[in-house]
């Protein structure tokens, strides 16, 4: 099991960028996939990102539709933390971010509190 400390989360305008990280604690995290989720007020929490374990191979990531080309999820696994590099954000971004691990698109573990990210116009 890993828990996981988010932070990162602010005002960003439209167009900006922001970088999300999230602090792992737990066994074997570089064997972990790691993934991003979000929540949008009113919506269901959905996948966003996610990275695979060094056992399996070099950092292969997995992006939901809506964020290709414009997130980047990574990991650096002395630090056991893992990153959401946003940018070209827009409005429907706007949401509560949350990493958790893995399998496939599904999380693993318990939630953690999130980090809030809002993007102005």
């Known amino acids: 099991q890993v828990s996981a400390v988010e932070s990162g989360g602010g005002v960003v305008q439209a167009g900006g960028s922001l970088r999300l990280s999230c602090v792992a604690s737990?066994?074997?995290?570089?064997?972990?996939?790691m993934g991003w989720f979000r929540q949008a007020p009113g919506k269901e929490r959905e996948f966003v990102a996610s990275?695979?374990?060094?056992?399996?191979?070099?950092?292969?990531?997995y992006y939901a539709d809506s964020v290709k080309g414009r997130f980047a999820i990574s990991r650096d696994n002395v630090k056991n933390t893992v990153y959401l590099q946003m940018n070209s954000v827009k409005l429907e971004d706007t949401a509560v971010y949350y990493c958790?691990?893995?399998?496939?698109?599904?999380?693993?573990?318990?939630w953690g509190q999130g980090t809030t990210v809002t993007v102005s116009s």
């Open positions: 737990g066994r074997d995290f570089s064997s972990a996939h």
């Open positions: 990275i695979l374990g060094v056992d399996w191979s070099g950092d292969t990531t």
């Open positions: 958790n691990r893995v399998q496939g698109r599904r999380a693993m573990d318990l």
